[in-house]
């Protein structure tokens, strides 16, 4: 409406314009109406110059409004109507179409703004890499899986595996890869999968990453309880009788040995027999008790979690262990960074295990000059909570590494092979890991990944 009243306005005054034009050339031609001839033409300057204006009025508000859209400056406001008739209208035509703009470009960077959300709170890494190697990490749970290391080029990848590095640039659109990555000194399994997309006519490759390490644990530690359940069961079932009959077999020899008194050789002969039923008794007690201590790996209750500071339980240990390893020569070397240091956890099962890797440690030094244990607590590059027990022994062979967590394999002479399996389901139920790495000048290492 405001556009068709200007254009009537416009084309009035044009009218007028030509009409005293018209009247103009009528007076020049008259002899003795020079005042009139004056006073027209005045009249038509004015008309002229008032056209003008209103033309350059206009010009000067559209050209405000076509910056104000070009540039989304959505705060502009057209208020014309002190500049005349039709200006109004006008202004208000331009001010209720940079407020449908701004609706459009709020809503669109309301959903630009849901979408980033949603993919910064995706718990699945994401990246891009380029035709040039760059990469692009996208959301807060890549940025957690790299931690503070630079990841801006594809070469930036090997320092979480050469093989890591080489999937990420081989793998083809749509392939799904099972990769080893390395992190903090420990290895986990990823899943990668790969697509292409293509923005702008610029080709990237979008990788997804899902840490299943956790999920194969998980697995692993099932199956291992459902055959420790079966085999106990089983070897229960067997192991019980013999062991009653045993029992039951050496009060027979008694009572057969004082009813045979008079015949020595009997005698010897039932005695004997008592040695062998007692052997046979002591083994299947034995068995029954080795048996037993397995039980412990499919029964393990829930963590109880609660918030413990690190210091004070260090503290403890610390006092623990200098009176044990009094006699033996060995230190115990602590350190917690930040000392504010608190975890989420099990007090109960942290400890024991705690109490259970500082022994394995010191037994490993039973033949180490300058015997020492470190205890230290720290977060790791990536923020997660990392205990580490660490000594200066022989270390554990690469061939024996991979099977220490192994459920009932030990390479000591009395051991059970129960603690490092207990210890890695403590860590399992915790939603963490423990690891064996090798100590910088030498030994053992073992992190607890919280």
Not at 131 to 160: I, K
Request: aromatic residues 8%.
């Amino acid at each position: 409406m405001g556009f068709k009243r200007f254009s009537v306005l416009l084309a009035g005054r044009l009218v007028f314009i030509m009409l005293m034009l018209m009247g103009l050339s009528y007076l020049v031609t008259i002899p003795g109406y020079h005042a009139a001839t004056f006073l027209a033409f005045c009249v038509l300057v004015f008309l002229v110059v008032e056209v003008y204006q209103f033309v350059q009025r206009t010009n000067a508000e559209i050209s405000r409004f076509l910056d104000a859209a070009r540039y989304a400056d959505f705060s502009q406001r057209f208020r014309m109507h002190d500049l005349g008739a039709g200006f109004g209208e006008l202004g208000e035509t331009f001010t209720d179409i940079l407020k449908r703009f701004q609706e459009v470009r709020a809503g669109q960077e309301k959903e630009l703004r849901h979408l980033k959300a949603l993919v910064e709170h995706v718990p699945v890494p994401l990246l891009s890499l380029y035709s040039d190697g760059a990469l692009t990490v996208w959301n807060n749970a890549a940025r957690r899986l790299f931690g503070s290391l630079s990841t801006t080029h594809l070469n930036d990848l090997a320092q979480f595996g050469t093989v890591f590095q080489k999937e990420v640039a081989e793998i083809g659109p749509g392939d799904r890869r099972l990769v080893a990555f390395y992190a903090d000194e420990v290895e986990q399994q990823m899943m990668l999968v790969a697509t292409k997309i293509i923005i702008d006519g610029k080709p990237e490759k979008l990788f997804s990453l899902q840490n299943i390490q956790s999920e194969l644990d998980v697995a692993q530690l099932q199956a291992w309880q459902d055959l420790v359940r079966v085999l106990t069961h089983e070897i229960m079932n067997s192991i019980t009788p013999v062991a009653s009959l045993a029992k039951t077999a050496v009060d027979l020899v008694d009572d057969a040995a004082r009813k045979v008194t008079d015949n020595p050789e009997v005698v010897a002969e039932l005695g004997d027999v008592k040695d062998a039923v007692n052997t046979v008794a002591r083994r299947s007690d034995k068995l029954n008790q080795f048996v037993s201590s397995y039980r412990s790996l499919t029964r393990l209750p829930e963590p109880k979690k609660k918030l413990i500071r690190l210091q004070d339980m260090f503290n403890e240990l610390t006092t623990l262990f200098e009176k044990e390893w009094r006699n033996s020569g060995i230190r115990l070397n602590v350190v917690i960074e930040p000392d504010e240091l608190d975890i989420s956890a099990d007090r109960e099962m942290l400890e024991q295990v705690l109490i259970n890797m500082l022994q394995n440690a010191g037994q490993a030094l039973s033949d180490t000059p300058d015997s020492t244990v470190w205890l230290a607590a720290r977060l790791n590059r990536r923020g997660r909570v990392t205990i580490e027990i660490a000594d200066n022994g022989p270390g554990v062979p690469a061939d024996l590494a991979k099977r220490i967590f192994v459920p009932f394999f030990t390479t000591k002479r009395e051991g059970s092979g129960v603690g490092l399996a207990l210890t890695r389901q403590v860590m399992t139920a915790h939603g963490g890991s423990v690891n064996l790495g090798e100590r910088e000048g030498g030994g053992a290492k073992f992190s607890l990944i919280f």
